[in-house]
């Protein structure tokens, strides 16, 4: 069932892969020379991989950069039903097998990838700086957590393989063992194209089963590349297979169909939701319940109280609510200020705000880059629109696309938002920050625990009794105090939340492989 003891002796102890902020003029030479050698593999097709076979489609997705949007990042082959149909018969071919592998040789794969990944770290950096329009940090970060993943998920499955203690009883020989579940659809996001799609497909696989890999329609190159590393570590063909494809045709079909056992997805509550409600609904020849595993969305709170760090305060709720420009499920869109020094840090959070170098990512000084697409613009656009008559525009509120030729809006600031308005109870996915005036203490938590999500959520304040109070009364699945609300290490922060923002799929925690496996208790008669 285990490894080897040997093979235990070679493997260290899990650290996760360093952050670098790039003012090493090393490192910046490397990631301009990543760059520029993206753009001129930019405009390329990508197939659809089934089995080891490449499929290619005349309907293709195109992918553009968010920051030049005349720019083609590539194409990629829309999936359809067929194929799908497809890939679940060679996804369950392939389980028969897979399943049988000791998970040490899944694991070692694994290991293999990270290596691999961390030789083309800045590359796979510059690939999300052009498809999705993250500053150079934020794309290292991302490449960073996934190699985390890689690294902290084989040696968790080590554990897994060994079972559980079971007490013993006299004439039986009694043991708990883990088995997968079977092929699932894994759906990941557009704001962690490698992490969060790396970090569901590798807890999929690394227990056992296989899948379909449907990557999101606006980073469909970078998922492709995340194949190809893990066929170059020595994935056997058919353990994931790469199906780009519309949500509404190729994602809803695989969800309701009968021989998916299990979902893994990440995203908005609308569509999180719809999952839920279509993967529940027992189709004919369906033989077990599936199993569900989503991650949605936030409307997470910056609490300051008047005992806190005021400066510290303003720099956290900028970065948590300006971080890849608010496109995170985990950004502080709300910042909720008791009374006595709320003037003061509004004060600061503008000055601060106001400094934020906005422009194309590819250049290092441009820490604040563009929203996604043209559909986030008008959503984003709308739900200022909407502040205007919510709240006082402080900051920002301009789209500045028709001259900078992408999609970028100005960091925008709200003030004197009424906890129940719009702005601040919905998630709006977008550089946009609503400011809330609190009474007390007390209040504060009345209104940071207001909404219909518990993802994540910050307290600044220097008082320890405040500090314990939180802990028990903040109902958020990640807590963090005198510090941003964004930014979870895998195997330090475990990441998932309560209510509306999912099943608190604890990712990069030590439970979190248990989703993608099922406990089989087997007893022997000794005779």
């Given at each position: 069932?285990?490894?080897?003891?040997?093979?235990?002796?070679?493997?260290?102890?899990?650290?996760?892969?360093?952050?670098?902020?790039?003012?090493?003029?090393e490192?910046?030479?490397?990631?301009?020379?990543?760059?520029?050698?993206?753009?001129?593999?930019?405009?390329?097709?990508?197939?659809?991989?089934?089995?080891?076979?490449?499929?290619?489609?005349?309907?293709?997705?195109t992918s553009?950069?968010?920051?030049?949007?005349?720019?083609?990042?590539?194409?990629?082959?829309?999936?359809?039903?067929?194929?799908?149909?497809?890939?679940?018969?060679?996804?369950?071919?392939?389980?028969?097998?897979?399943?049988?592998?000791?998970?040490?040789?899944?694991?070692?794969?694994?290991?293999?990838?990270?290596?691999?990944?961390?030789?083309?770290?800045?590359?796979?950096?510059?690939?999300?700086?052009?498809?999705?329009?993250?500053?150079?940090?934020?794309?290292?970060?991302?490449?960073?957590?996934?190699?985390?993943?890689?690294?902290?998920?084989?040696?968790?499955?080590?554990?897994?393989?060994?079972?559980?203690?079971?007490?013993?009883?006299?004439?039986?020989?009694?043991?708990?063992?883990?088995?997968?579940?079977?092929?699932?659809?894994?759906?990941?996001?557009?704001?962690?194209?490698?992490?969060?799609?790396?970090?569901?497909?590798?807890a999929?696989?690394v227990?056992g089963?296989?899948?379909?890999?449907?990557?999101?329609?606006?980073?469909?190159?970078?998922?492709?590349?995340?194949?190809?590393?893990?066929?170059?570590?020595?994935?056997?063909?058919?353990?994931?297979?790469?199906?780009?494809?519309?949500?509404?045709?190729?994602?809803?079909?695989l969800?309701?169909?009968?021989?998916?056992?299990?979902?893994?997805?990440t995203?908005?509550?609308?569509?999180?939701?719809?999952?839920?409600?279509?993967?529940?609904?027992?189709?004919?020849?369906?033989?077990?319940?599936?199993?569900?595993?989503?991650?949605?969305?936030?409307?997470?709170?910056?609490?300051?109280?008047?005992?806190?760090?005021?400066?510290?305060?303003?720099?956290?709720?900028?970065?948590?609510?300006?971080?890849?420009?608010?496109?995170?499920?985990?950004?502080?869109?709300?910042?909720?200020?008791?009374?006595?020094?709320?003037?003061?840090?509004?004060?600061?959070?503008?000055?601060?705000?106001?400094?934020?170098?906005?422009?194309?990512?590819?250049?290092?000084?441009?820490?604040?880059?563009?929203?996604?697409n043209?559909?986030?613009?008008?959503?984003?656009?709308?739900?200022?629109?909407?502040?205007?008559?919510?709240?006082?525009?402080v900051?920002?509120?301009?789209?500045?696309?028709?001259?900078m030729?992408?999609?970028?809006?100005e960091?925008?600031?709200?003030?004197?938002?009424?906890?129940?308005?719009?702005?601040?109870?919905?998630e709006?996915?977008?550089?946009?920050?609503?400011?809330?005036?609190?009474?007390?203490?007390?209040?504060?938590?009345?209104?940071?625990?207001?909404?219909?999500?518990?993802?994540?959520?910050?307290?600044?304040?220097?008082?320890?009794?405040?500090?314990?109070?939180?802990?028990?009364?903040?109902?958020?699945?990640?807590?963090?105090?005198?510090?941003?609300?964004?930014?979870?290490?895998?195997?330090?922060?475990?990441?998932?939340?309560?209510?509306?923002?999912?099943?608190?799929?604890?990712?990069?925690?030590?439970?979190?492989?248990l989703?993608?496996?099922?406990?089989?208790?087997?007893?022997?008669?000794?005779?």
């Amino acid at each position: 069932m285990g490894l080897p003891d040997f093979e235990y002796r070679v493997i260290k102890p899990f650290e996760n892969f360093p952050i670098i902020d790039f003012s090493n003029p090393e490192d910046e030479r490397k990631m301009k020379e990543a760059i520029a050698k993206v753009e001129s593999e930019l405009g390329k097709e990508y197939p659809i991989v089934i089995g080891g076979h490449e499929y290619k489609t005349e309907d293709k997705i195109t992918s553009i950069n968010p920051g030049r949007y005349e720019e083609v990042v590539g194409y990629a082959s829309k999936g359809t039903k067929e194929l799908a149909d497809k890939a679940l018969e060679v996804a369950w071919e392939t389980f028969k097998e897979w399943k049988k592998w000791p998970a040490w040789k899944r694991a070692e794969i694994l290991l293999k990838a990270s290596q691999i990944m961390k030789e083309r770290a800045y590359e796979l950096s510059a690939w999300m700086v052009k498809e999705v329009g993250k500053n150079w940090v934020e794309a290292w970060a991302d490449v960073a957590e996934t190699i985390d993943y890689l690294e902290y998920y084989s040696r968790q499955m080590l554990k897994y393989a060994e079972g559980q203690p079971v007490h013993q009883i006299p004439g039986e020989r009694n043991e708990y063992r883990y088995i997968p579940l079977g092929v699932g659809v894994v759906i990941p996001p557009w704001n962690f194209p490698l992490a969060i799609l790396g970090g569901m497909t590798l807890a999929s696989i690394v227990t056992g089963n296989t899948v379909i890999l449907k990557p999101a329609s606006d980073s469909p190159v970078i998922g492709y590349k995340f194949f190809e590393i893990m066929k170059e570590a020595g994935l056997p063909d058919g353990v994931i297979n790469f199906l780009p494809g519309s949500g509404a045709q190729v994602g809803n079909y695989l969800v309701g169909h009968p021989k998916i056992r299990f979902i893994a997805f990440t995203g908005s509550k609308d569509v999180g939701l719809r999952i839920n409600e279509l993967a529940a609904k027992h189709q004919p020849g369906q033989i077990w319940i599936k199993r569900v595993i989503l991650e949605m969305g936030g409307k997470d709170a910056v609490v300051v109280d008047e005992t806190a760090d005021l400066e510290a305060a303003a720099e956290g709720i900028v970065v948590s609510a300006y971080g890849f420009q608010g496109q995170k499920c985990s950004a502080g869109s709300r910042a909720i200020v008791v009374e006595e020094v709320y003037d003061k840090v509004l004060e600061l959070v503008i000055e601060k705000a106001k400094k934020l170098k906005i422009g194309d990512p590819v250049e290092k000084e441009n820490w604040f880059g563009p929203v996604i697409n043209k559909a986030a613009v008008e959503k984003i656009m709308g739900y200022i629109e909407i502040g205007k008559k919510e709240g006082r525009l402080v900051l920002g509120g301009n789209y500045l696309g028709e001259q900078m030729k992408g999609f970028y809006i100005e960091p925008t600031i709200f003030a004197d938002v009424d906890p129940k308005a719009r702005i601040a109870q919905e998630e709006i996915f977008g550089p946009v920050l609503a400011v809330i005036k609190a009474k007390d203490f007390d209040h504060a938590l009345e209104i940071a625990n207001g909404t219909e999500y518990g993802l994540t959520g910050a307290l600044y304040s220097k008082d320890r009794s405040r500090i314990e109070r939180a802990k028990e009364e903040f109902h958020v699945g990640n807590l963090y105090f005198n510090r941003k609300c964004t930014g979870a290490l895998v195997g330090v922060q475990p990441f998932g939340g309560f209510n509306m923002s999912g099943t608190d799929s604890k990712a990069g925690g030590p439970d979190y492989l248990l989703l993608f496996l099922q406990g089989k208790s087997i007893s022997e008669r000794i005779i």
